[in-house]
């Protein structure tokens, strides 16, 4: 059975801080990795994507990949409000498209 | 472009009802999922479709059924409602690349089965 496992939180930070997220992975022909933000109420839309080992920056989001321990994080720095929400890790496993999703970290940011 | 549309917003079903669950996408992608979401979990697949005419079952398909006649429509059939598909089903749509595949979401369907 493949698994991705997640910390469900809450996660809470204060205003400006920087939020780290974690998510693990069984299967080790993994080889894409997204992370969604999901609001309350609302539907997924991807924030991050990274594929190779190390580290991808895209504004105040970082996405770590370190496939030889099967672990990627996010790391959100100057951690606003508006960032309180699930965040979804999901993984691609080799020969297909499909996702397997981990069951999301819950965080807030406290103004 | 709407992006991916899905009705109803809400439903209620009573315990061996059936209904369909209908998705619609205007970005021409392939790929077709349908996923459902339970209370503080992730999502699980449901089936998910490569192409008209092509379906597969994902990791939890049973009491569902799907059909892809159009690249644009992916229905969702529920067969025999039970209190265990309350759920918020998720249609979502992609167009993979590589090792890259974002996938779009609709705006969910809200089912509850008494």
């Known amino acids: 059975q493949k698994e991705v496992e997640q910390n469900s939180g809450p996660l809470s930070v204060p205003e400006g801080a920087i939020a780290s997220l974690n998510c693990t992975y069984s299967?080790?022909?993994?080889?894409?990795f997204f992370w969604y933000r999901q609001y309350s109420g609302k539907s997924p839309e991807l924030i991050m994507f990274i594929y190779s080992n190390g580290d991808k920056e895209d504004g105040r989001f970082t996405a770590q990949l370190n496939k030889a321990s099967q672990y990627v994080s996010l790391l959100i720095r100057d951690s606003q409000p508006s960032d309180s929400a699930t965040y979804l890790c999901a993984v691609i496993t080799s020969g297909t498209y499909k996702y397997i999703f981990g069951t999301g970290t819950r965080l807030k940011v406290l103004a | 472009n709407a992006g991916v549309t899905q009705t109803p917003k809400f439903r209620i079903l009573k315990i061996g009802q059936s209904m369909t669950l209908q998705c619609t996408q205007d970005?021409?992608?392939?790929?077709m999922y349908w996923y459902r979401q339970d209370p503080g979990m992730g999502l699980k697949l449901i089936y998910y479709s490569v192409g008209a005419g092509i379906t597969d079952k994902g990791e939890v398909p049973n009491g569902y059924n799907v059909s892809r006649s159009t690249t644009e429509d992916f229905p969702l059939r529920l067969e025999l409602a039970a209190p265990s598909q309350t759920s918020v089903y998720f249609c979502?749509?992609?167009?993979?690349?590589?090792?890259?595949?974002?996938?779009?979401f609709g705006p969910g369907t809200r089912l509850t089965v008494l």
């Open positions: 979502a749509s992609s167009y993979p690349a590589g090792a890259y595949n974002e996938q779009f």
């Open positions: 970005m021409n992608h392939n790929y």
């Open positions: 299967d080790r022909g993994s080889q894409s």
